[in-house]
């Protein structure tokens, strides 16, 4: 079966975009520099499937390194990039960490793949390209709007480097994929997103409120003009979002791509608010959370849900999770993280 690379495969998506591929009998290389992971990822990924992909740690800033690495492994057949910073208020207080690190990183692997003739390319980016949108849902075809932070502008101009560099060698394959939001934790409870300091985003942010590493849970905003005042958002099981990427990579593989650049929205169609969320983690986990709610938070997009018929019927990819799955998998992951730590 095909080889893949996977850049930042020892992530949260990436990881979880890992396991599908093995079980789809691909060979996978994984490179990381562990900036936001643990080498722990490697044995959970092997206690799932029973298999062992090669993990090299190199940073993609280190273009030596890289070379010598493709150079010993000409028979890579397609790259899923994940590789990047992605903590939106941290992108806004070191702005430059941001642009060096994700649009260097995505052109020195363009580079390489041209150089050593790796045609197929999927691209992890973000519905942040969207910004606040002028109707709902989002399709591949809205606007694009100016990025509400340099994490977000570092997947739209991420998304015009290999536009232009897809036309300027077509030979080049890809496919830039448009995550919604990704929570939840592989079902087997030994994978899931991978804590490190405060974390940013809701769902890490409530199971650790639930577990006690937090006192509370502060949502942000709760007089926006939506269902119950608090933002609306797409979320998605990340098992799902992994299985997107097996299939685009696969269309690559096969050359059954109409264009040699693609855009694929990847959410459930369906919005949610946080109360939602919160009210979904209370139910699956029988806990009651504690919360406030608070003041907006600046940048904040009100409300965003995608258009989904491009990946069902283009791709021929649906979601099979629903919110309750994503609460429940990610509280569990949440708890046996913590075991895992203090065995
Ligand atoms: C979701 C909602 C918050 C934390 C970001 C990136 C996006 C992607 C996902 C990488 C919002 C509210 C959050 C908290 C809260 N990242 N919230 N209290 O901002 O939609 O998207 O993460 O790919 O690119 O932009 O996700 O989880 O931070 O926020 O009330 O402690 O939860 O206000 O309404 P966001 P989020």
């Known amino acids: 079966m095909a080889k893949i690379l996977v850049t930042g495969g020892m992530g949260f998506i990436g990881s979880h975009t890992v396991v599908e591929l093995l079980e789809k009998e691909y060979e996978v290389l994984i490179l990381d520099n562990l900036y936001n992971s643990d080498k722990k990822i ?3 990924i092997h206690q799932i499937t029973g298999k062992m992909p090669q993990f090299i ?11 010598t690495f493709f150079s010993q492994n000409t028979d890579i057949q397609a790259v899923i990039h994940f590789a990047a910073l992605k903590a939106v208020g941290e992108s806004v207080r070191l702005p430059l960490k941001y642009y060096k690190n994700n649009l260097d990183s995505l052109i020195h692997i363009l580079e390489m793949m041209l150089k ?6 999927v691209f992890s980016s973000s519905c942040t390209v969207y910004g606040q949108p002028d109707s709902l849902p989002v399709t591949e075809q809205s606007p694009i709007k100016k990025a509400e932070s340099p994490y977000g502008n570092t997947k739209q101009i991420g998304e015009e480097i290999i536009a232009d560099t897809v036309q300027a ?12 939001n990704p929570i939840g934790a592989h079902k087997s409870g030994l994978l899931g997103e991978l804590p490190q300091g405060i974390p940013n985003n809701l769902m890490p942010f409530i199971t650790q409120t639930a577990i006690g590493l937090r006192d509370n849970l502060k949502v942000y905003g709760g007089d926006y003009d939506t269902l119950d005042g608090t933002c609306v ?17 696969e269309r690559l593989l096969a050359q059954k791509n109409a264009t040699n650049l693609e855009y694929f929205n990847l959410g459930t169609g369906k919005g949610n608010t946080v109360l939602e969320v919160i009210q979904s983690f209370e139910k699956t986990t029988q806990q009651k959370l504690k919360y406030e709610i608070v003041h907006r938070r600046p940048g904040d997009v009100v409300k965003i849900y995608a258009d989904t018929a491009a990946a069902n019927q283009v791709l021929g990819w649906h979601t099979e999770k629903n919110l309750d799955d994503m609460t429940a998998s990610a509280w569990q992951w949440e708890v046996n993280y913590r075991k895992q730590q203090a065995e």
Do not use: C, M, W
Request: aromatic share 10%.
């Open 57 to 67: 740690q190199l940073d993609l800033l280190d273009e030596q390194g890289l070379d």
């Open 233 to 249: 958002r797409d979320y998605i099981h990340v098992s799902d979002l992994a299985k997107a990427h097996v299939i685009a990579t």
């Open 42 to 44: 490697l044995h959970n």
């Open 116 to 121: 050593y003739e790796i045609a197929n390319l």
């Open 169 to 180: 060698y077509p030979q080049l394959r890809a496919i830039s994929l448009r995550y919604f």
